[in-house]
């Protein structure tokens, strides 16, 4: 067993990541045998400007002799560099840690006390030389393809991206390609943010390889920076390290674990990570937020002799549907669509922030969750085109859509469709359409540090806020920078005070335009009606 966390409430201005293992009842030194790779995140003499970060890797013989011990990593403001052919020693000592000595390596050479798991799968230690850090390491269990690497990961991270100490716990959803989604509770400065994002991944047939961030769209100083992990079948550890000879100031040290599947029984079932953001799909931590579209995935969400699925036919939207209810904190929540795999629901907007209770009932059965509910929880709505899985769903004043035939300029103006503002002014009750369609006062986040992000350059939003007519559905009229970089999946943000989204993308082709007239498809002040396509998006699943 592995536990990792953060404290999210620490002093202001200090970060922290606690990583735990169960020890073995008798420890040996046998229990330190085969080939590990450890991540070492070290801070010398408590001065930052030393800060170190080096991706190891060595054979233990199970006897007390490390061997072929190799090391990759920099001190902060130096180039990466490599070191082979180190060796070191480990023996065993009163209080179950091993006490281990490595020498001939730059970073992370000297004095180190380790704990290993009962099952010698995972390390974790600390420099025992007067240095702080942190020491993880995992056990390479076997060579096997990258295909074997996908699924779901828990995730927990420290480190220095050249501005800012951060750390944080999340989930890390890898997948067969070059990416993985990732969804991050972080601790950074003198507070927390939620960061859900795509990033890179790059495997080889031995599980090493790199895990990096996307490319910059307002979020990279909250992101881990370039990272080489080694997978194992259950986890992987990594470090803040790049390519020999390369400079960079990204340090630090992270742990990936995946965890076992809950035992499925038969009935209604539902677990907390199958209770995602409603518009990027994102799992926990993501949280939810108040008047947020989110959907629950699950089984045995209808009772038997049900309907197959039933959809809301009119708003103000039900809370019921097929015999189900959905309630969070007691509050009932509006209901979509629901089946017997898959519920879409609006969070109340009269839920408050924090540890929310979110009960599911068929009429016959009834299952508890809890999650997270905060401020704020942005999100943008995508499709599946020909160039990306993550294309951002955007369309024009006329209701056509951006796609790779038809691209958007540089300073067109067009609509972002998303979720997850949270309380709005005036207030909506749940479950009932947007104010605007008859005149009325349309409703806008009360959020004041809302900003869109195209290739990383602010747009200029000339209008958010609820979609009149329909519920949970927010709408982000922007103009898109004029130096906005031309492509085919271009990185769109949205940031919120509390949140990043850094998922989606959009394809961008052709000369700026320099004013709004210049755009032969017009703007509007007036909110536009959505696309059916938007349509389909949250009224389906």
Do not use: C
């Given at each position: 067993?592995?536990?990792?966390?953060?404290?999210?409430?620490?002093?202001?201005?200090?970060?922290?990541?606690?990583?735990?293992?169960?020890?073995?009842?008798?420890?040996?030194?046998?229990?330190?045998?085969?080939?590990?790779?450890?991540?070492?995140?070290?801070?010398?003499?408590?001065?930052?400007?030393?800060?170190?970060?080096?991706?190891?890797?060595?054979?233990?013989?199970?006897?007390?002799?490390?061997?072929?011990v190799e090391e990759v990593g920099h001190r902060r403001?130096?180039?990466?560099?490599?070191?082979?052919?180190?060796?070191?020693?480990?023996?065993?000592?009163?209080?179950?840690?091993?006490?281990?000595?490595?020498?001939?390596?730059?970073?992370?050479?000297?004095?180190?006390?380790?704990?290993?798991?009962?099952?010698?799968?995972?390390?974790?230690?600390?420099?025992?030389?007067?240095?702080?850090?942190?020491?993880?390491?995992?056990?390479?269990?076997?060579?096997?393809?990258?295909?074997?690497?996908?699924?779901?990961?828990?995730?927990?991270?420290?480190?220095?991206?050249?501005?800012?100490?951060?750390?944080?716990?999340?989930?890390?959803?890898?997948?067969?390609?070059?990416?993985?989604?990732?969804?991050?509770?972080?601790?950074?400065?003198?507070?927390?943010?939620?960061?859900?994002?795509?990033?890179?991944?790059?495997?080889?047939?031995?599980?090493?390889?790199?895990?990096?961030?996307?490319?910059?769209?307002?979020?990279?100083?909250?992101?881990?920076?370039?990272?080489?992990?080694?997978?194992?079948?259950?986890?992987?550890?990594?470090?803040?390290?790049?390519?020999?000879?390369?400079?960079?100031?990204?340090?630090?040290?992270?742990?990936?674990?995946?965890?076992?599947?809950?035992?499925?029984?038969?009935?209604?079932?539902?677990?907390?990570?199958?209770?995602?953001?409603?518009?990027?799909?994102?799992?926990?931590?993501?949280?939810?937020?108040?008047?947020?579209?989110?959907?629950?995935?699950?089984?045995?969400?209808?009772?038997?002799?049900?309907?197959?699925?039933?959809?809301?036919?009119?708003?103000?939207?039900?809370?019921?549907?097929?015999?189900?209810?959905?309630?969070?904190?007691?509050?009932?929540?509006?209901?979509?669509?629901?089946?017997?795999?898959?519920?879409?629901?609006?969070?109340?907007?009269?839920?408050?922030?924090?540890?929310?209770?979110?009960?599911?009932?068929?009429?016959?059965?009834?299952?508890?969750?809890?999650?997270?509910?905060?401020?704020?929880?942005?999100?943008?709505?995508?499709?599946?085109?020909?160039?990306?899985?993550?294309?951002?769903?955007?369309?024009?004043?006329?209701?056509?859509?951006?796609?790779?035939?038809?691209?958007?300029?540089?300073?067109?103006?067009v609509v972002f469709w998303s979720t997850g503002f949270?309380?709005?002014?005036?207030?909506?009750?749940?479950?009932?359409?947007?104010?605007?369609?008859?005149?009325?006062?349309?409703?806008?986040?009360?959020?004041?540090?809302?900003?869109?992000?195209?290739?990383?350059?602010?747009?200029?939003?000339?209008?958010?806020?609820?979609?009149?007519?329909?519920?949970?559905?927010?709408?982000?009229?922007?103009?898109?920078?004029?130096?906005?970089?031309?492509?085919?999946?271009?990185?769109?943000?949205?940031?919120?005070?509390?949140?990043?989204?850094?998922?989606?993308?959009?394809?961008?082709?052709?000369?700026?335009?320099?004013?709004?007239?210049?755009?032969?498809?017009?703007?509007?002040?007036?909110?536009?009606?959505?696309?059916?396509?938007?349509?389909?998006?949250?009224?389906?699943?």
């Amino acid at each position: 067993m592995v536990l990792t966390g953060v404290a999210l409430e620490a002093p202001a201005g200090s970060v922290d990541l606690v990583i735990a293992v169960r020890e073995a009842d008798s420890a040996a030194p046998a229990l330190l045998q085969g080939a590990y790779t450890l991540g070492a995140f070290l801070l010398p003499d408590d001065d930052p400007s030393a800060l170190r970060s080096a991706l190891i890797s060595l054979q233990a013989d199970g006897e007390g002799r490390l061997q072929d011990v190799e090391e990759v990593g920099h001190r902060r403001g130096e180039r990466n560099a490599i070191r082979r052919g180190a060796t070191g020693d480990y023996a065993l000592t009163a209080d179950g840690s091993f006490r281990v000595n490595l020498t001939g390596i730059a970073q992370a050479g000297g004095a180190h006390a380790w704990f290993a798991s009962a099952d010698g799968n995972y390390i974790v230690g600390a420099p025992n030389n007067g240095a702080k850090g942190l020491v993880v390491g995992v056990r390479k269990l076997s060579a096997a393809a990258p295909e074997g690497f996908v699924g779901f990961y828990r995730t927990g991270h420290i480190g220095f991206d050249g501005t800012f100490f951060h750390s944080g716990v999340g989930t890390a959803t890898l997948r067969r390609g070059s990416d993985a989604l990732t969804a991050r509770r972080l601790r950074i400065a003198d507070g927390a943010i939620d960061l859900s994002r795509r990033d890179f991944l790059t495997l080889s047939d031995d599980g090493a390889g790199w895990y990096s961030p996307a490319p910059y769209s307002g979020g990279a100083n909250f992101a881990l920076g370039v990272d080489d992990p080694i997978f194992t079948a259950g986890g992987g550890v990594g470090a803040g390290v790049d390519a020999t000879g390369q400079l960079s100031e990204d340090l630090g040290a992270f742990l990936l674990l995946q965890p076992p599947f809950p035992a499925v029984s038969s009935g209604l079932f539902v677990v907390p990570t199958s209770i995602v953001h409603g518009a990027s799909f994102s799992r926990p931590p993501t949280p939810l937020a108040p008047g947020l579209l989110s959907t629950i995935f699950g089984q045995g969400l209808i009772a038997p002799g049900g309907p197959e699925s039933e959809s809301a036919s009119q708003a103000p939207l039900p809370t019921e549907l097929a015999g189900v209810r959905v309630t969070v904190n007691g509050i009932a929540a509006p209901l979509i669509f629901v089946s017997a795999a898959q519920i879409n629901f609006q969070v109340p907007t009269e839920a408050g922030p924090g540890m929310a209770s979110i009960v599911v009932s068929n009429g016959q059965q009834q299952a508890e969750v809890r999650r997270r509910i905060a401020a704020t929880s942005p999100g943008l709505f995508f499709s599946r085109t020909q160039n990306s899985e993550f294309a951002a769903i955007i369309s024009r004043a006329d209701g056509s859509l951006v796609t790779p035939a038809s691209p958007a300029r540089p300073g067109e103006t067009v609509v972002f469709w998303s979720t997850g503002f949270g309380a709005t002014q005036p207030a909506v009750r749940s479950g009932v359409p947007n104010p605007g369609l008859d005149g009325t006062t349309l409703a806008r986040p009360v959020d004041p540090n809302i900003s869109l992000l195209v290739g990383g350059l602010p747009a200029t939003i000339l209008f958010v806020g609820g979609t009149p007519g329909f519920v949970g559905l927010t709408q982000i009229n922007a103009t898109l920078p004029r130096e906005a970089p031309l492509g085919d999946t271009v990185p769109v943000a949205l940031v919120t005070s509390n949140a990043i989204q850094d998922q989606s993308d959009m394809p961008i082709a052709g000369a700026p335009l320099l004013t709004e007239e210049d755009d032969d498809r017009g703007s509007s002040s007036t909110p536009p009606t959505p696309s059916n396509q938007v349509r389909r998006t949250w009224r389906t699943p």
